[in-house]
């Protein structure tokens, strides 16, 4: 419906002395229209009725052009951006297939590794089943038809259908394959639904890109394989140093940009001990035990796995900094790092030992020294990637032999179960020596029964 204007008491006035059909409608207390509005300004010849008449035309041609440049600006995003129902339309058919194929590997692997690969083709079925009805919902939400006919997934998927071999190797390899292309579907969606600002629709893709490269990890890792480097878009450490800071930190900030990169693809391996908490003489703060242990055989994984003795000498002896995180959380500051001399790793025979003093004026130090305290937290986590030949596969197991080590962290869930972390006393350095040497014992005897 069109806009339509009373005229004021002032222009009200002036049509009592002018004659036309605009000025009878206004004597007559009538709406006009804009086309009334306009006549007044090009034909009437008093003053109150032009001017009042000018700024209604000139608000109308206003309004006009905003709404012409949101257009353009709209065209402009559409003819830039892929169409969002198109992209996840296309990814759930992608998803649809590699449920499939995963379903499928999982029904006909055989072979010696039967168990390893039949649970984790099981693990990743489960997952990618269950994301296949919110993708689906997603796109009814933005009022598009969710397709669910064979016909039309063949249409719409790039993923053509798997491998018929029943080897447990090939048929990981060919997942492998199959879930980079899911990856990269994936991130193209969410980049289109971060264009149009659907969030939810973004938050979502989000826990998927997530779920999918640990996918990625653990399929490459029963390969014996290394996980191949996402092309992550980091900001550089320009972007995120202030004006008139020193070389110095820039230098720091580049470094810490390079370990996130290194960290955000790294594998990583959960231990959990028992641990103490107790307070120094100085006030300072101390954690100290084992982030990883050796000879001990991982849980919580779809694949067996071990660390050797050595598997950290190499990394070890190199200047690459290695940081002390809680949870493996990048974007914040960490807690201590080899760099600073605020966090100490040597390996001897029971594994990765490690020595870190807080800083007590730390929130976040604090925190974590509260929750070792109270024994809420017990758990030890370290992020690595395996360098060329650093692993060796022999029926069923994978024993890590040659490691590169970029973080350690005090973590909540656990994967393996034998490593130590808590708050440490000078007075408790002996109690640490008697633990160390009792997990010294575990490992001799374990050997022995191996003999």
Request: hydrophobic share 40%; glycine share 4%.
């Given at each position: 419906?069109?806009?339509?204007?009373?005229?004021?008491?002032?222009?009200?006035?002036?049509?009592?002395?002018?004659?036309?059909?605009?000025?009878?409608?206004?004597?007559?207390?009538?709406?006009?229209?804009?086309?009334?509005?306009?006549?007044?300004?090009?034909?009437?010849?008093?003053?109150?009725?032009?001017?009042?008449?000018?700024?209604?035309?000139?608000?109308?041609?206003?309004?006009?052009?905003?709404?012409?440049?949101?257009?353009?600006?709209?065209?402009?995003?559409?003819?830039?951006?892929?169409?969002?129902?198109?992209?996840?339309?296309?990814?759930?058919?992608?998803?649809?297939?590699?449920?499939?194929?995963?379903?499928?590997?999982?029904?006909?692997?055989?072979?010696?590794?039967?168990?390893?690969?039949?649970?984790?083709?099981?693990?990743?079925?489960?997952?990618?089943?269950?994301?296949?009805?919110?993708?689906?919902?997603?796109?009814?939400?933005?009022?598009?038809?969710?397709?669910?006919?064979?016909?039309?997934?063949?249409?719409?998927?790039?993923?053509?259908?798997?491998?018929?071999?029943?080897?447990?190797?090939?048929?990981?390899?060919?997942?492998?394959?199959?879930?980079?292309?899911?990856?990269?579907?994936?991130?193209?969606?969410?980049?289109?639904?971060?264009?149009?600002?659907?969030?939810?629709?973004?938050?979502?893709?989000?826990?998927?890109?997530?779920?999918?490269?640990?996918?990625?990890?653990?399929?490459?890792?029963?390969?014996?394989?290394?996980?191949?480097?996402?092309?992550?878009?980091?900001?550089?450490?320009?972007?995120?140093?202030?004006?008139?800071?020193?070389?110095?930190?820039?230098?720091?900030?580049?470094?810490?940009?390079?370990?996130?990169?290194?960290?955000?693809?790294?594998?990583?391996?959960t231990m959990q001990a028992e641990v103490r908490a107790m307070d120094t003489t100085d006030g300072s703060l101390r954690i100290g035990g084992y982030a990883a242990t050796f000879n001990k055989e991982a849980t919580g994984l779809n694949f067996r796995e071990v660390i050797a003795p050595g598997a950290f000498k190499r990394t070890l002896a190199t200047d690459n900094p290695v940081f002390l995180l809680i949870n493996h959380d990048m974007e914040g500051l960490p807690l201590a790092s080899?760099?600073?001399?605020?966090?100490?790793?040597?390996?001897?025979?029971?594994?990765?030992?490690?020595?870190?003093?807080?800083?007590?004026?730390?929130?976040?130090?604090?925190?974590?020294?509260?929750?070792?305290?109270?024994?809420?937290?017990?758990?030890?986590?370290?992020?690595?990637?395996?360098?060329?030949?650093?692993?060796?596969?022999?029926?069923?197991?994978?024993?890590?032999?040659?490691?590169?080590?970029?973080?350690?962290?005090?973590?909540?869930?656990?994967?393996?179960?034998?490593?130590?972390?808590?708050?440490?006393?000078?007075?408790?350095?002996?109690?640490?020596?008697?633990?160390?040497?009792?997990?010294?014992?575990?490992?001799?005897?374990?050997?022995?029964?191996?003999?």
């Amino acid at each position: 419906m069109s806009e339509m204007y009373r005229a004021p008491k002032s222009v009200q006035e002036e049509a009592q002395k002018i004659l036309s059909p605009v000025a009878d409608a206004i004597r007559n207390n009538q709406l006009l229209t804009l086309e009334q509005v306009a006549e007044i300004r090009s034909t009437w010849a008093s003053t109150e009725g032009r001017i009042w008449a000018k700024n209604i035309c000139d608000k109308v041609a206003t309004r006009a052009s905003v709404v012409t440049t949101s257009e353009e600006d709209a065209m402009a995003i559409n003819e830039a951006t892929p169409d969002l129902s198109e992209e996840l339309t296309e990814l759930l058919a992608d998803v649809v297939t590699f449920y499939l194929r995963a379903h499928g590997a999982h029904w006909n692997v055989i072979g010696t590794d039967f168990a390893e690969y039949h649970a984790l083709f099981a693990a990743i079925y489960d997952d990618v089943y269950e994301s296949v009805d919110p993708l689906a919902e997603n796109i009814r939400k933005i009022g598009v038809q969710a397709p669910f006919q064979m016909s039309q997934f063949m249409q719409l998927r790039s993923l053509s259908d798997g491998d018929l071999s029943t080897d447990a190797r090939v048929l990981a390899i060919d997942l492998l394959a199959a879930n980079e292309i899911v990856i990269s579907g994936i991130a193209d969606a969410f980049t289109c639904a971060t264009e149009y600002n659907e969030q939810g629709i973004a938050n979502f893709l989000a826990d998927r890109l997530d779920k999918h490269q640990m996918w990625r990890w653990q399929l490459s890792s029963s390969l014996g394989m290394e996980v191949v480097p996402t092309d992550l878009t980091m900001p550089s450490a320009e972007e995120v140093v202030e004006e008139g800071a020193s070389m110095e930190m820039k230098s720091a900030d580049n470094e810490l940009v390079e370990a996130r990169k290194s960290i955000a693809t790294a594998e990583r391996i959960t231990m959990q001990a028992e641990v103490r908490a107790m307070d120094t003489t100085d006030g300072s703060l101390r954690i100290g035990g084992y982030a990883a242990t050796f000879n001990k055989e991982a849980t919580g994984l779809n694949f067996r796995e071990v660390i050797a003795p050595g598997a950290f000498k190499r990394t070890l002896a190199t200047d690459n900094p290695v940081f002390l995180l809680i949870n493996h959380d990048m974007e914040g500051l960490p807690l201590a790092s080899t760099r600073s001399g605020t966090l100490t790793l040597t390996e001897d025979e029971v594994g990765l030992r490690m020595d870190a003093e807080l800083d007590p004026m730390n929130p976040r130090a604090q925190e974590l020294a509260s929750a070792l305290r109270r024994g809420d937290v017990d758990k030890m986590s370290f992020a690595f990637t395996v360098a060329a030949d650093g692993d060796i596969r022999s029926e069923g197991l994978r024993t890590l032999t040659d490691l590169d080590l970029y973080e350690v962290s005090v973590v909540t869930l656990p994967a393996y179960d034998s490593t130590t972390v808590g708050m440490r006393s000078e007075q408790e350095e002996d109690d640490l020596e008697l633990r160390k040497k009792k997990l010294s014992v575990s490992q001799k005897q374990i050997r022995l029964r191996k003999k």
